[in-house]
């Protein structure tokens, strides 16, 4: 039996499809290249180009392949373009996750894992966050994951589906081959714009606001290294394989570093002086998330081991430096 990956062409698919492999597991990818990149994809996986919501399609896939669980990345996920652009998330992180389940639902496959985040929490009371935590969402990004898991748990009732939602963190690094890693156009994420800095592709960094209620001014996050999230994704398959009840789990280092600490960090791993520069604050950022993962630490026998910043940062630079232009090459 295969393990259906959707969105298996995007950061944490790649990386999670590569795990799989590596493993000697057996793996089907689904991603439509919109976001994704073929050539993120690794040799051993069989994949089929197509979107989620094209229920011949997906009925196809089924056929051809004996599925036993679904891990399901396929989602817009760039919060900033989730506020310009909210029906355009709901349509693609919502609507097409609804009519991939209804295929799901149709072809007696009762198991799938999907990517959630923190940004369901919006800002918390305090930290570190636990899964039971408030979810008040400041971005329709978090929204349309919120609604998601919401809409899992509805199905699942209905239909005797069992789901994982993980709530990831900051997700950042690279594969330790340096031959995947985080590509996005445009690129918003932090630790991959800094990192243009000392490939000559920006002068500086901008950092946004200076004057959140944190120790240094900016905000603090909880990196977590892609590779382990990959780790992730696996145990929790194997927990649903094995019997275990839906459930939701954060996905965290349980430590949190201000945006000024993650520069500083990247000077050290790259050698070169990264200027930056403080600018206003960017809308819906709050300034603090750190997750306590101890639920997925006890349940799911999770424990990350790439957890220092130096080591996330020194394989994301593995990665960029020797890939610019990311898969566009
Ligand atoms: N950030 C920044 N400058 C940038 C990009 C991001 O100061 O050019 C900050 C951003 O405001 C946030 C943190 O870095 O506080 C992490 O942002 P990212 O977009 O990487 O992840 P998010 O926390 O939004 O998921």
Same mark, same amino acid.
């Given at each position: 039996? %295969?393990?259906?990956?959707?969105?298996?062409?995007?950061?944490?698919?790649?990386?999670?499809?590569?795990?799989?492999?590596?493993?000697?597991?057996?793996?089907?990818?689904?991603?439509?290249?919109?976001?994704?990149?073929?050539?993120?994809?690794?040799?051993?996986?069989?994949?089929?180009?197509?979107?989620?919501?094209?229920?011949?399609?997906?009925?196809?896939?089924?056929?051809?392949?004996?599925?036993?669980?679904?891990?399901?990345? %396929?989602?817009?996920?760039?919060?900033?373009?989730?506020?310009?652009?909210?029906?355009?998330?709901?349509?693609?992180?919502?609507?097409?996750?609804?009519?991939?389940?209804?295929?799901?639902?149709?072809?007696?496959?009762?198991?799938?894992?999907?990517?959630?985040?923190?940004?369901?929490?919006?800002?918390?009371?305090?930290?570190?966050?636990?899964?039971?935590?408030?979810?008040?969402?400041?971005?329709?990004?978090?929204?349309?994951?919120?609604?998601?898991?919401?809409?899992?748990?509805?199905?699942?009732?209905?239909?005797?589906?069992?789901?994982?939602?993980?709530?990831?963190?900051?997700?950042?690094?690279?594969?330790?081959?340096?031959?995947?890693?985080?590509?996005?156009?445009?690129?918003?994420?932090?630790?991959?714009?800094?990192?243009?800095?000392?490939?000559?592709?920006?002068?500086?960094?901008?950092?946004?606001?200076?004057?959140?209620?944190?120790?240094?001014?900016?905000?603090?996050?909880?990196?977590?290294?892609?590779?382990?999230?990959?780790?992730?994704?696996?145990?929790?398959?194997?927990?649903?394989?094995?019997?275990?009840?839906?459930?939701?789990?954060?996905?965290?280092?349980?430590?949190?570093?201000?945006?000024?600490?993650?520069?500083?960090?990247?000077?050290?791993?790259?050698?070169?002086?990264?200027?930056?520069?403080?600018?206003?604050?960017?809308?819906?950022?709050?300034?603090?998330?750190?997750?306590?993962?101890?639920?997925?630490?006890?349940?799911?026998?999770?424990?990350?081991?790439?957890?220092?910043?130096?080591?996330?940062?020194?394989?994301?630079?593995?990665?960029?430096?020797?890939?610019?232009?990311?898969?566009?090459?």
């Amino acid at each position: 039996m %295969a393990i259906l990956i959707l969105g298996g062409a995007g950061y944490i698919g790649s990386h999670t499809v590569y795990a799989l492999c590596e493993g000697g597991r057996d793996v089907v990818v689904v991603d439509n290249l919109e976001t994704g990149f073929a050539a993120a994809i690794h040799p051993n996986a069989r994949f089929y180009k197509g979107d989620i919501s094209d229920k011949n399609f997906i009925n196809g896939v089924f056929q051809k392949e004996k599925i036993s669980s679904v891990i399901h990345f %396929a989602a817009y996920s760039l919060v900033g373009e989730s506020v310009t652009r909210p029906l355009e998330y709901y349509e693609n992180n919502l609507c097409k996750t609804r009519d991939f389940l209804a295929c799901m639902v149709a072809n007696g496959v009762d198991k799938i894992v999907f990517s959630s985040t923190a940004a369901t929490y919006g800002e918390p009371d305090e930290v570190p966050i636990m899964e039971d935590d408030r979810t008040q969402p400041a971005n329709p990004y978090g929204e349309t994951k919120l609604a998601m898991e919401k809409m899992f748990h509805w199905v699942a009732e209905a239909h005797g589906i069992r789901y994982v939602s993980l709530r990831y963190f900051n997700a950042s690094g690279a594969h330790e081959s340096g031959k995947i890693g985080e590509a996005h156009n445009p690129e918003s994420h932090l630790i991959p714009l800094i990192l243009q800095v000392p490939n000559g592709q920006s002068e500086y960094i901008s950092i946004f606001g200076n004057d959140y209620p944190t120790a240094d001014g900016t905000c603090i996050r909880d990196y977590i290294h892609v590779t382990d999230l990959a780790t992730a994704h696996i145990l929790a398959v194997d927990y649903l394989e094995k019997g275990g009840k839906s459930d939701i789990f954060n996905l965290g280092n349980g430590v949190g570093f201000s945006v000024k600490e993650v520069v500083d960090t990247a000077r050290k791993v790259t050698g070169h002086p990264i200027p930056q520069k403080e600018v206003e604050r960017r809308g819906g950022d709050p300034a603090k998330l750190i997750a306590s993962s101890q639920k997925a630490v006890k349940i799911l026998g999770w424990r990350p081991t790439h957890d220092s910043l130096e080591e996330i940062i020194s394989s994301a630079w593995k990665w960029h430096k020797h890939h610019p232009k990311g898969f566009q090459e």
